[in-house]
């Protein structure tokens, strides 16, 4: 039963373009969402997180946007730059348990020069 | 001035045998994980550690067990390797006091091969 769900495993974009990398997730007690982005033999890295309580949050290139009753968020990446190829894990957690965190299996992003 | 690292970065052993995989945070986090990343690349929570203490134990063989000898290092030991133990293998911490708060910060990971 897999809580957080990216259905598209990979996606290209060409540089300078809006990469869009979609996220839902079936836990209605999930108030609290990641994305993290992942290079080849590294470890995950925090990107850009969003509470329930909004809808929206921006860092630089970064958004990221929540619809709660549709239970989706998106990151979206505008200018897209070839440094942001890489995997990108959408991440929730409830804040009844705020340790665990379900993490979706991962985007893979190719920016194309 | 790695802030999560991992030890070793590459583990290939033989079924059945007994190794361990230490990690250590320099980050002054007061909570500590261990997650899995399996053939299909999910990545799953196996256990987290506040302060020395077992706070999230997930469904996990108890072939594995963790170790926390202080807040700064928590270490997997794995007994009896599978074939299906192969997989990479993360370490995290965090603390309520950063910002955003809990945020987990990850080591570069360790490739367990169990041929």
């Known amino acids: 039963d897999q809580q957080v769900k990216q259905n598209s495993p990979s996606l290209s974009v060409q540089e300078g373009r809006i990469s869009i990398l979609n996220c839902d997730y079936t836990?209605?007690?999930?108030?609290?969402f990641l994305w993290y982005k992942k290079y080849p033999a590294e470890g995950p890295t925090f990107l850009i997180s969003?509470?329930?309580?909004?809808d929206k949050n921006e860092d630089g290139r970064f958004t990221v946007f929540l619809n709660k009753s549709a239970k989706h968020l998106s990151l979206h990446i505008v200018p897209s730059q070839p440094g942001d190829s890489a995997v990108y894990f959408c991440?929730?957690?409830?804040?009844?348990?705020?340790?665990?965190?379900?993490f979706g299996q991962g985007t893979t992003l190719q920016v194309k020069p | 001035d790695t802030a999560v690292s991992q030890t070793p970065k590459y583990l290939v052993t033989q079924m059945g045998n007994d190794k361990s995989i230490k990690c250590e945070q320099n980050?002054?986090?007061?909570?500590m994980y261990w997650y899995k990343q399996d053939s299909k690349k999910f990545l799953k929570i196996m256990f987290s550690y506040n302060n020395k203490e077992l706070i999230i134990n997930e469904t996990v063989p108890n072939r594995f067990s963790p170790k926390s000898p202080d807040k700064a290092h928590l270490n997997l030991h794995i007994n009896s390797l599978e074939l299906g133990d192969s997989a990479v293998y993360f370490c995290a911490s965090s603390s309520a006091g950063t910002y955003p708060a809990d945020t987990q910060y990850f080591g570069p990971g360790t490739r367990l091969t169990v041929l």
């Open positions: 991440a929730a957690r409830a804040s009844s348990n705020t340790g665990k965190l379900i």
């Open positions: 980050l002054g986090h007061d909570t």
């Open positions: 836990n209605s007690m999930f108030d609290y």
């Open positions: 969003i509470s329930s309580i909004k």
